[in-house]
């Protein structure tokens, strides 16, 4: 006969405690035809988010330890959502959208009821990946949080000011991911500077109470089109 398969659902506040977890959230069951009943195993899980930060034309497809992780490809910008997975150093391999051909090889550290995102950045031609924990838990009471990433490969250290008031965050070069900090929720002119110079204005940001952001800088200023240098806000809870 065939077992009755379940699929664990994530809670994002609650516990990592699921059903046995067969990569990325496929219970493992172990079942008596005999008896016609399923067990349930615990086992430690984490959560994994996959980015493609990286500016151009290239959809990717990711692995871990060797497993093909279901789903489509995902191209500049699109994100999978956070995957229930095995904790511990897991290989983690990005391709080429839908195939094999491997881009670049990393092994993640993931821990016990914590939230990562790994981001496909870098050039198309030099890729690299920007490993974050993401702090997914609640804001201060009436407050949202947000962090700020530099993931523009052509950009100098970069600063994040509210229009007309208070500098976020200050200096991040490449690569630099910064501590999320309590804001109040308001409609934001955001600007992305260097030094005193204006790159990229980004109105009408919208962060509401009670949730987790992160904004990170992309493209290129060099580029155009969907390239080009600008932010873009994720909402990660």
Known sequence: MKPEL?????????SFKVL???LLGIVVLTVSCKKDRVEDVQVDASALNVMNASPGMLAISFFLDNQ???GPALLFQQQSGYIVTYTG???FDVTVGGTTQVLTTNTLSLQKDLYYTAFFAGTNASPIIVFTQDDL???PAGKAKIRFINLSPDATALDLVIKGGAKLFSGLSFKTVSDFIAIDPAVYSFELR???????????VQLTAGKVYTLWAKGLLTGTGETAF?????TNR
């Open 230 to 234: 600008n932010g873009q806000l994720t």
């Open 137 to 139: 838990s609640d804001p």
């Open 6 to 14: 379940k699929v664990a659902l994530l809670n994002l506040r609650g």
């Open 20 to 22: 046995a977890v067969l």
């Open 89 to 91: 150093n897991r290989k």
């Open 194 to 204: 260097s030094g005193e110079t204006v790159n990229k204005e980004m109105t009408s």
């Open 68 to 70: 093909f992780v279901n």
